[in-house]
């Protein structure tokens, strides 16, 4: 059972030692998500943003809680966090874009239990993407979802799967069972609210059934009921029979062969920054499906929210997911013990959404790096063989180590080709995808003077005829949905990039027609 921790917090943006007893009368009442301060549209200080501030909540508990295992969830703080509970030091966490999870069970009481939150919001230089300075504004604060889970001492840790577009579907579990006692798994496969098949093996193959694909994005539910000496647990997760590979000649989607067409995306919005509920993440999904008319997103340059996630699974737009990073890799063992963490998380959390066809598992134009993305490509197929691997490049001939060279192209200027010769950039023979184009090359403001705006669109317009001129391009993810805030060092000075095909309030400009125009090509 989840509760949710996300109404009727105090908030300080300050931290003092007297904050871990009580907090001051005059503490502002807060919901999650939360921004630790809301910026300005532009011309703000960046730094504004970060330093360490305090949260507090008070609960009791929905269900009897003895003899069971209590688990507190933070889906996502900017960038790590000391937490207390009752007086208790739990730890520090970092947290940054993917979430983290601490066991309660020991110090938390039925009543009046008291949570504690300090949370620092400086740009770390041990944690990615920190590090040198970077083209994006990070915010601060608890800015994704709170939640408990009561669960019995047995219970389901993790359900995963990998399928396939033949109706077939191996299942992994872990379950939280220290002692080993005997336990049993029973499966029900829902299509919609219907039980269309029981099983309790780990690997099943369905007769008749719907591949989910951008078109069709036939979802099923799969609920796992562990039966223990202590009582049943359940755990669901929804997922898609879907097949992804790249090839030197393109994408296939279940064997169909589709030519990507997308643009990036940052997760913020103004003045609140990352701290968007879960219906703005959802409108993101739906402006970039229906009305940019793209069928990928990249999650540029972090994993996106779940319910970002989750939306796109539900209406059929694909995912380039990406670890945290931007340009820099740090020398330190904190930096990169980090990021192979903030990876590995990232595996693990966006493992059952259909909709994520490729992981970047490679800090975003950065430099060559042997030994880190070695092991994290190993890492990642280890863990998961039903993906390939992408790590975006800015520059040519890279080490290629992933399964698709992935690369940002900048080369097109308004007069000459979309595109650079693809040979020229990539090696002979590997998959090939272009993650950016435009953007900085030719800013718009939605405000600049029709010529500009209409120049911006047939920017786009060329790169995407040179897309489909190469049939080695898997496809194009156009740089950006949305104009950005960003440091002082980058974008017009303002503090903002006026790189996206709309505004940071998603007006669209004339550019964000060119996706649909794709369709003529």
């Not at 809680?65 to 970092?94: C, D, Q, R, T, W």
């Not at 069972?177 to 099983?199: C, R, S, T, W």
């Not at 800090?363 to 993305?373: A, F, G, I, M, Q």
């Not at 950016?436 to 029709?450: A, V």
């Amino acid at each position: 059972m989840k509760q949710f921790l996300n109404f009727g917090w105090s908030y300080i943006p300050k931290f003092q030692e007297k904050y871990l007893e009580a907090f001051p009368k005059e503490a502002l009442k807060i919901d999650i998500p939360h921004t630790n301060q809301q910026l300005p549209f532009n011309y703000f200080n960046e730094e504004s943003s970060q330093f360490i501030s305090s949260y507090e909540l008070f609960f009791d508990l929905e269900k009897d809680h003895e003899g069971k295992s209590v688990i507190i969830h933070f889906e996502g703080i900017m960038a790590k966090a000391k937490i207390y509970l009752n007086g208790h030091y739990l730890g520090e966490f970092v947290s940054a874009y993917l979430p983290f999870e601490i066991d309660i069970s020991e110090k938390v009481i039925s009543k009046h239990n008291r949570l504690v939150a300090i949370v620092d919001s400086h740009e770390d230089p041990e944690i990615p993407p920190f590090g040198e300075n970077m083209d994006y504004i990070t915010y601060g604060g608890i800015y994704r979802e709170v939640y408990l889970e009561i669960r019995n001492p047995i219970y389901i840790e993790t359900l995963e799967i990998i399928s396939d577009d033949k109706g077939h579907m191996e299942i992994r579990s872990k379950l939280h069972n220290p002692d080993g006692i005997h336990a049993e798994m029973i499966y029900q496969l829902f299509e919609k609210d219907m039980v269309i098949a029981k099983f309790s093996s780990n690997s099943y193959a369905l007769k008749d059934f719907k591949v989910w694909d951008i078109a069709h994005p036939i979802l099923y539910t799969l609920k796992a009921e562990l039966m223990s000496p202590f009582g049943p647990d359940e755990k669901s997760i929804r997922f898609g029979f879907r097949s992804v590979k790249f090839q030197s000649n393109g994408f296939y989607l279940n064997g169909q062969h589709i030519k990507l067409v997308g643009l990036n995306r940052h997760q913020s919005f103004p003045y609140v920054g990352y701290a968007a509920p879960q219906s703005l993440q959802e409108k993101d999904a739906d402006i970039l499906k229906f009305e940019m008319g793209v069928n990928i997103v990249r999650s540029s340059h972090y994993p996106p929210s779940e319910h970002f996630l989750n939306r796109c699974d539900e209406i059929g737009l694909l995912v380039f997911d990406e670890a945290p990073g931007w340009q820099f890799i740090g020398k330190t063992e904190t930096w990169r013990k980090n990021f192979v963490m903030f990876v590995d998380k990232m595996i693990r959390r966006d493992f059952n959404h259909p909709s994520v066809i490729c992981e970047g598992v490679r800090v975003n134009e950065s430099p060559d790096d042997h030994e880190l993305y070695t092991l994290t490509n190993k890492m990642f197929h280890d863990y998961d063989p039903s993906r390939p691997t992408g790590g975006v490049r800015n520059f040519k001939h890279s080490e290629l180590l992933e399964d698709v060279y992935t690369y940002n192209d900048f080369h097109h200027n308004g007069p000459n080709e979309g595109l650079e010769k693809p040979s020229k950039v990539h090696p002979k023979g590997s998959p090939y995808l272009i993650t950016e184009y435009n953007g900085h090359m030719y800013p718009t403001k939605s405000t600049d003077n029709e010529s500009m705006r209409v120049e911006q669109a047939f920017r786009h317009l060329n790169v995407l005829e040179s897309v489909f001129k190469y049939p080695e391009v898997s496809g194009g993810i156009g740089w950006c949905l949305a104009d950005y805030n960003t440091h002082k060092d980058f974008g017009s000075g303002d503090h903002i990039c006026y790189h996206g095909v709309t505004d940071m309030f998603r007006i669209p400009k004339y550019a964000a027609g060119a996706c649909l125009a794709e369709r003529l090509f």
